[in-house]
């Protein structure tokens, strides 16, 4: 996992440096129905209409406040605008004629060679049949830029840029007009928000251009979209061709995300240029707090670019396994989770006793040899257990193999202090909180990671011997682990803000990626590693949401006529809940229990059979804002997502979206209580096709399908059907939550939904 996946998925609200002026970053929400009659009604219209509004509430204000500066004037992504504004002239723009809301700006954190064959496409068949892989689909990729120069990006054997393209490839520091080419089409920074916040960028440590130097952009945009690279590995492991899931798709990059985050206004600014330069797809590896929709600008900017019919793809975040911690949430957003591949980079660690553990590392040396080892007190001073800076004695740990706890700084920071330290070795240890979960990382020592129960059998074997000593070796990369299994770091849900809704949506292999990397950065992320790749192994949902997105890139080249809404629903109900033993998808955080939908949505996505999945639910924009009036947002906060007023139809009901799953609330201790909520299923199938139902009840609740068939003349056809949840009461019902299925058949099609009831 990078060093950003290690910081808990938090945001943190922007301030400038001017302190005494009491400014600050603002995202301003305007009712453009109430411009002012401009010579003209484009970009330049509506940003004159802001600039005179800015004025005014200038001019309203006192003395003492500084004249107020716009960073952006919105187009698509919302109708309204960033702005530094004093405290004083907020409060004026509040009175303005047409004002809805305003947030404070914020800085938000960012969340391969067998993934393909993992996911079942093949070179020549299926969706990566050449008559199947047209070029004209525009991934837009918004994270830390991308390295142009690399070969995952050359456009060899390209067409040309396909004529409806509107973008633009934008120079500046290493990076110029010429850098783009028939494959990465386009390429922009956005900073203003970003240097609102922390100020001016250091071009010493960064690009102040679309170049990217940490390496996360160049990794996901190649996970999408990336050229087939043969012999591809890092330092030989995972060895192979790599190859981006829409290999043949162009690509768009939009620099949002610099060394301290990615400011809000600044991926607003990145969306809605995206939206007019003409993508098909848009992929956020990136998110911060959940937050009713109406204040998530994400939400709203995303929404604008469904309507649009971009498919918007975004990772869920890497919190868990604590419940309830999944963002991007919103149900227009596909929402990704991450889970293994069924290949690991093992290691094995022999005790002294006699003792071995399996753990992981990317470490390709030879085998130590054994070695003492060291622990806390016989490693140095306090905090010698976490081998943080300055912990760790050399005297102590000289020529030893240190036992490190995991957390306070990186897993690879820790390796690096033990080497300064002289130390020969490292083993780092989970707590009882991290579980099972052994991470890979490109350690720059012999060094591996270890699971909760290695860590206490360790410990006893530490206090039990005198001269405790221990050996690891490196088993390189192996194949055949039991897969998909959820990563615990992937968070989970239930939604705290739209559980009317299952979230996340969909998992999608995030753990041990191997994709494109720029040779500035270490593949440890340390800056004394001066070790230079073309590839790096990470893991995040950051790894999940871009397979997500051009899988959804693939969907796009064969339906052209398929909203996003469609190409969700394919992706969603043709997923598989059992692994490669036939067993449910487990969760490693629990012991290899199974998993439930709200850690792996729908399940595991499976673009084969997504091309056909025999039935689709399809939204509409009406469909979309009726489920926000539903939650009881009020006018003004479902004006933000019809950028004009709305009015609610009566007795509308959050079961009433045509989302291809189900998420059923009742009260706690509810008996004999029902909920029913409507879907409408498409024809995408066999013309003449009958479709019979199958339900997998959850525990404590009876549920009625009414019709229990669906019968289609043509293709395109539609057909509704009703679900009444009834709620049994007793002891079944006294848990949180029950899960189950309703799938509908015909033939080889089996068109599921995910059923996640819960009692509140």
């Known amino acids: 996992m990078t060093s950003w996946t290690l910081l808990p ?74 702005a530094k504004l004093s405290s004083e002239q907020l409060r004026s723009l509040t009175k303005v004629d047409g004002f809805l809301s305003a947030t404070e700006d914020e800085l938000l954190t960012l969340h391969t060679t067998h993934s393909p064959q993992f996911l079942g496409l093949q070179i020549g068949r299926g969706l990566w049949d050449a008559a199947k892989l047209h070029s004209d689909v525009i991934v837009g990729v918004l994270d830390t830029g991308i390295w142009p120069e690399h070969v995952s990006f050359r456009d060899t054997g390209m067409p040309a840029v396909p004529p409806r393209w509107k973008g633009a490839c934008e120079g500046g520091t290493n990076f110029s007009s010429s850098s783009c080419n028939r494959k990465l089409i386009g390429a922009r920074a956005f900073s203003q928000g970003y240097e609102s916040a922390v100020g001016k960028i250091n071009e010493t440590t960064d690009y102040r251009s679309p170049r990217d130097s940490q390496g996360h952009g160049s990794h996901t945009a190649s996970t999408a979209a990336g050229n087939p ?6 330092f030989g492991l995972a060895k192979g061709s790599a190859a981006g899931m829409k290999y043949t798709a162009r690509i768009a990059v939009y620099k949002v995300c610099w060394r301290l985050g990615c400011a809000n206004s600044d991926i607003l600014a990145a969306m809605d240029r995206a939206t007019l330069d003409g993508v098909d797809v848009l ?7 959940a937050r009713p929709f109406y204040m998530d ?103 030893k193999m240190i036992i490190c706890d995991r957390g306070l700084n990186s897993r690879t920071d820790k390796g690096l202090q033990v080497k300064l330290a002289g130390g020969a070795a490292m083993i780092m240890l989970n707590t009882e909180n991290q579980g099972e979960e052994t991470l890979a990382d490109a ?28 050996s690891i070796s490196f088993r390189g990369t192996v194949f055949g682990y039991r897969a998909p299994v959820m990563a615990a770091f992937s968070s989970r849900g239930p939604s705290l803000v739209g559980p009317e809704v299952i979230k996340p949506d969909v998992t999608a292999p ?67 809940t059992v692994d490669n033993r036939r067993e449910p998808i487990s969760d490693i955080s629990s012991g290899f229990e199974a998993a439930t939908p709200f850690a ?94 199958l339900v997998d009840e959850p525990d404590g609740v009876s549920v009625i399908v009414k019709p229990r068939n669906l019968v289609f003349g043509k293709v395109g056809e539609k057909r509704s059907y009703r679900v009444t949840f009834v709620a049994l009461g007793g002891s079944s019902a006294s848990t949180n939550a029950a899960f189950g299925s309703i799938a509908w058949v015909s033939g080889r099609y089996i068109v599921r939904s995910p059923v996640a009831v819960t009692w509140n």
């Open 510 to 576: 995030g753990v041990n990626i191997l994709a494109a990397w720029v040779p500035v950065t270490a593949p440890s992320l340390l800056r004394s590693d001066h070790r230079s790749v073309l590839f790096n192994i990470i893991s995040g949902t950051s790894m999940s949401c871009p397979h997500v997105s051009g899988l959804a890139a693939l969907l796009k080249s064969v339906h052209k006529d398929w909203s996003p809404a469609a190409i969700k629903s394919a992706l969603m109900t043709t997923s598989y």
């Open 9 to 82: 998925f938090l945001a943190f609200l922007i301030t400038t440096a001017n302190a005494a002026a009491d400014t600050k970053t603002y995202i301003v929400h305007m009712d453009s129905t109430r411009m002012a009659r401009l010579s003209d009604t484009d970009q330049g219209g509506s940003k004159q209409w802001y600039e005179s509004i800015l004025k005014s509430v200038a001019e309203s204000s006192s003395s003492s406040s500084s004249s107020s500066q716009l960073l952006y004037a919105y187009e698509t992504a919302i109708s309204g605008f960033a």
């Open 297 to 399: 600008n994400i939400a709203i900017a995303s929404f604008n670019a469904v309507q649009r019919g971009i498919f918007v793809s975004c990772s869920a975040g890497n919190s868990g396994p604590s419940p309830s911690t999944v963002s991007n949430t919103a149900p227009w957003i596909m929402t990704v989770a991450a889970s293994y591949l069924d290949r690991s980079f093992p290691t094995k660690v022999n005790l002294g006793d006699g003792q071995a553990f399996e753990g992981s590392s990317l470490y390709s040396g030879k085998p130590t040899e054994w070695l003492p080892l060291a622990y806390r007190e016989t490693a140095g001073g306090k905090g010698a257990e976490y081998c943080t800076a300055g912990t760790l004695d050399p005297k102590l740990v000289k020529g």
């Open 600 to 693: 792996f949505g729908s399940g595991h996505v499976n673009p084969e059979r997504a091309a056909n999945p025999g039935l689709i639910y399809d939204i509409s924009t009406v469909n979309y804002l009726n489920h926000l009036c539903s939650l009881k947002y009020n006018s003004s906060q479902v004006a933000l997502f019809a950028k004009t007023k709305y009015t609610c139809p009566r007795n509308v009901h959050p079961g009433d979206l045509n989302y291809p799953s189900f998420a059923v609330l009742f009260k706690s201790g509810a008996r004999n209580t029902s909920v029913t909520h409507k879907r409408t299923a498409t024809n995408v199938g066999n013309p003449m096709s009958r479709y019979r139902v």
């Open 229 to 234: 690279v043969k012999k591809a590995s890092l």
């Open 443 to 470: 350690h720059i020592l012999p060094a591996t990671s270890l699971g909760a129960s290695a860590a206490k059998a360790i410990k006893r074997y530490l206090n039990s011997s005198g001269n405790p000593t221990a």
């Open 283 to 289: 992929s956020l590896s990136l998110g911060g707090f």
